[in-house]
């Protein structure tokens, strides 16, 4: 491509980028796509030579668009529903030109030093200690992941060496995301010794029941040595006892970590902050800026106060990656698994310039409210009960009647392609699950979600 063709085909690209956010709705939040169907009509064989950049982008806007489920759309209301946003897509189009890898400070300078000026504003935003050292991963499976893995190394140093060994043993609530299960199996500790921790009435975990766990595994010979905390769980949004579970991890000297990949953007507005009471106790934590700070998948924020305990976990320098050492050289690639990364601290910083921390806590009060307005809709409608308290922006809730009934309306009201909302398991039975957290999405989305549940019903 030459750089005349490179600038015509990128404004042309820019333009269709610009028309689509102005109007997702325009396309079906849900594509009307069946398995399989995308995979049918592209070509089962790569080109041998180079085809024309009008006709990608032909079979881009004829094929690809079509068969997306928008999560730009402001109907948007399943999983944890978020957007991306202008100044993200910007820095995330400048991230790939300039192709940057931080792997070590010199081979990415600015890579390295962006992610730490973002880190530590968005430790101030958001009230975390500020002596906390953070990273960007790509997820918070991830984040988890290597929390496990530092919980690891702090309970037995040799592990790194020898292996992991029997009988380590981690916690989390029965509320808690499957992602913290999983880093549990990839460091090698085992299902077997992941304790799904019981939760209360309102799906917060049970400080007495944990406590009850760890001294059951003691006495047993095992040896405990992870909780992980939820603030705002998947299903429900509810919010761990951080302090109490806090004083536990004091008194049996075990990590602590905090998964608040949903929940923690919320720290940047000052009335919530009380959900996090207690994580600045903890030993690590875990937010999603590409869950609610409008910033494009991926990037996941990973704090923690104890930085040395992921350094020798991790740390492999290899000769053709030494560099000199240097007290402001920061080599990430010694804070854990991946060697290459890519430049995510661009879009986030363009994001936290563009908004401010005001106008990103604006964006999140909003939705909250908007939430705890159809929360009050539902339940002045006695055909409905909710199921989960709302102390965010998801609402669960059930139409008085059968699962299959309830699978209904969600299939009928996803079926306009007016609006995606989810369902889950609550008390062993389904739920209806309604998430904002669309930048575009309004009053307006809200009562048609309502109607059209209403109308299912
Ligand atoms: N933790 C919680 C509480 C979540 O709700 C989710 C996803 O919704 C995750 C972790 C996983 O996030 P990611 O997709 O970044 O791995």
């Known amino acids: 491509m030459t750089p005349e063709e490179f600038r015509r085909y990128g404004y042309q690209t820019i333009d269709w980028i610009a028309d689509y956010l102005a109007r997702p709705e325009r396309y079906p939040v849900l594509p009307s796509v069946k398995p399989g169907q995308l995979t049918d009509a592209l070509p089962a064989r790569g080109p041998e030579f180079g085809e024309p950049m009008d006709a ?163 006495a047993a010979g095992l040896r405990p040595c992870c909780v992980a905390a939820t603030v705002g769980t998947t299903s429900t949004t509810s919010v761990d006892p951080v302090p109490a579970i806090a004083d536990i991890c004091e008194r049996y000297k075990l990590w602590l970590h905090v998964d608040a990949a949903y929940a923690g953007s919320l720290m940047l507005a000052p009335e919530f902050r009380w959900a996090f009471a207690g994580c600045d106790r903890a030993d690590s934590l875990v937010m999603n800026p590409h869950k609610w700070l409008m910033t494009p998948m991926d990037c996941s924020a990973f704090f923690t106060r104890r930085p040395e305990i992921l350094r020798n976990a991790f740390s492999l320098i290899p000769p053709y990656l030494r560099t000199p050492d240097h007290p402001r050289a920061l080599n990430l690639m010694d804070y854990g698994v991946p060697l290459g990364r890519r430049f995510r601290a661009l879009k986030l910083w363009f994001i936290m310039r563009t908004y401010g921390r005001e106008g990103l806590a604006e964006i999140l009060r909003e939705h909250v409210r908007l939430a705890q307005d159809l929360a009050l809709e539902i339940d002045a409608d006695p055909r409905f009960e909710r199921t989960a308290p709302t102390p965010f922006s998801a609402i669960c809730f059930r139409y008085k009647g059968t699962d299959d009934e309830n699978r209904q309306i969600q299939e009928r009201v996803n079926a306009t392609g007016e609006v995606f909302i989810s369902g889950t398991e609550l008390h062993g039975r389904f739920s209806l699950r309604i998430a904002i957290g669309n930048r575009g999405t309004g009053s307006e989305h809200v009562a048609r979600v309502w109607e059209l549940i209403r109308e299912a019903v």
């Not at 530092?150 to 380590?168: I, K, M, W």
């Not at 199996?185 to 921790?197: E, L, P, T």
């Open 56 to 218: 990608i982008l032909a079979d881009f806007e004829r094929l690809i668009v079509p068969a997306m489920t928008h999560w730009n759309h402001p109907g948007f209301m399943a999983y944890f529903a978020n957007s991306s946003s202008e100044p993200g897509i910007l820095g995330e189009l400048l991230a790939a030109a300039l192709n940057g890898n931080g792997m070590v400070w010199k081979s990415g300078p600015a890579v390295v030093e962006l992610e730490q000026v973002t880190l530590r504003w968005l430790r101030q935003w958001t009230g975390l200690p500020e002596d906390w050292f953070g990273t960007i991963y790509d997820t918070a499976s991830v984040g988890s992941m290597h929390a496990v893995a530092a919980a690891r190394e702090a309970a037995d140093p040799d592990s790194r060496t020898r292996g992991t060994p029997p009988g380590l043993v981690v916690y989390a609530s029965e509320q808690a995301h499957s992602s913290v299960e999983k880093g549990t199996i990839a460091v090698g500790i085992g299902q077997d010794n992941f304790r799904k921790v019981p939760v209360d009435a309102e799906f917060r975990m049970n400080p007495d029941a944990l406590a009850a766990l760890i001294e059951r595994d003691l």
